[in-house]
């Protein structure tokens, strides 16, 4: 799409010099019958002009040039509509680069978005001097848990107050969908329960869909937008969205193990290898079973969740298989996982993903 863009841009501002050479007598334009004054010549030379500028400001992935192309394309609608017998179809190139703009428009606006979030989250995270987990503050809790937090190395090192990750994977809509691929990036504060997922989702060739999944202050938040731009899914501040976005929360303390011993967490033993976990927070609680491998290696999560963000939506085991661990910054964590929900219908399995970076208690944004 971007290489069709460029072509467009290139081939439709040269165009428009024609305007500008007819006008100061540059050269014969039989293409252009009607007659052109040198002020009008002006008009089609600055036009070029800021079509070559957008096409510059494309290739140099500048943030100025959707806002160039949008200039562009109402300049030279003018121009067309003045010289309407001879430039007509010259409409259907700006209206082509209207709808290739559009998007990268969209996207700029909302990854811009997503980092002035991301940036007031980091300020929010307290970033004073971290005591290590010691082995007395473990001591209360069941021991299968603490086979994990000794197996996955956080005792004796410094608690994470904070996260910063990076992930891959792919997932879909409905149990007979095709799996779409995605990236994203993800911050967690763990002292204050909160995080901001955001993804880029490649739903089939030339379409993408943005989405961000926020949860801050007891509030949960999900916006998916075609193409960065039309809204598909926008649930917030709901029974259903806020306790999801817990339990997710909950969840993906697989990720930063020192979290268990969190005052907001309640422990208790179900059975040998296995423990629930109850998280309050804000007036809220939910509660999910942990499950453990001999070695205290987490095996799997599983919660009652709401399955969807409407006010109608029931609620359903929502499951997290752990399938294969790596260490990050010495930390051992589930590395490749796989979500599943369980329907009255049958398994559907939702998102596989893999974590591709983490970084405790970091300082500052991804590039």
């Known amino acids: 799409m971007k290489t069709f863009l460029v072509v467009v841009l290139l ?36 036009t070029t002009i800021l079509f070559l500028v957008t096409l510059m400001g494309l290739l140099m992935k500048k943030e100025f040039w959707p806002y160039l192309a949008f200039a562009a394309i109402f300049f030279s609608q003018i121009l067309l509509i003045l010289h309407w017998q001879d430039a007509k179809f010259g409409t259907i190139a700006n209206l082509i680069i209207l709808l290739l703009t559009l998007p990268f428009f969209g996207k700029q ?8 979030e991301n940036t007031a989250l980091m300020h929010s995270f307290q970033t004073g001097t971290q005591d290590t987990l010691r082995p007395d503050e473990i001591a209360h809790l069941p021991p299968i848990v603490q086979a994990w937090l000794n197996h996955s190395g956080v005792v004796g090192k410094p608690k994470a107050f904070s996260l910063r990750l990076k992930q891959n994977g792919e997932l879909r809509t409905k149990p007979d969908a095709g799996w779409m691929s995605f990236d994203a990036q993800q911050y967690v504060d763990v002292n204050s329960p909160a995080f901001i997922w ?34 598909v899914v926008d649930d917030k ?3 259903q969205i806020n306790t999801g976005s817990l339990i997710r929360f909950l969840a993906e303390i697989c990720w ?16 040998a290898h296995s423990a629930k976990a109850t998280l309050t927070w804000n007036d809220q609680s939910v509660n999910g079973i942990f499950q453990f491998a001999e070695n205290g ?3 799997s999560f599983e919660a009652p969740r709401y399955f969807g963000g409407s006010k109608d939506a029931q609620q359903y085991p929502w499951k997290v298989e752990m399938m294969q661990h790596s260490v990050f910054e010495g930390v051992n964590i589930p590395e490749v996982s796989r979500i599943i929900w ?3 219908e049958g398994d559907f399995e939702w998102l596989r993903l893999t974590i591709t970076e983490l970084n405790y208690n970091p300082t500052s944004l991804f590039p």
């Open 237 to 239: 501040d709901n029974l």
């Open 297 to 299: 290696e987490l095996i």
């Open 109 to 116: 606006q909302f990854d811009n978005q997503i980092t002035t």
């Open 342 to 344: 369980k329907l009255p």
């Open 256 to 271: 930063v193990p020192s979290a268990a011993v969190q005052e907001y967490l309640v422990w208790e033993a179900v059975d």
């Open 11 to 46: 081939l439709h501002g040269v165009i428009h010099s024609i305007g500008f050479l007819k006008g100061f007598q540059l050269a014969k334009v039989s293409a252009l019958a009607a007659p052109i004054s040198k002020p009008m010549g002006i008009f089609w030379g600055i």
């Open 198 to 231: 955001s993804a880029d989702v490649k739903a089939f060739p030339g379409v993408y869909l943005a989405g961000r999944d926020r949860f801050e202050n007891g509030t949960g938040e999900m916006v998916i937008k075609l193409a960065s731009l039309i809204p």
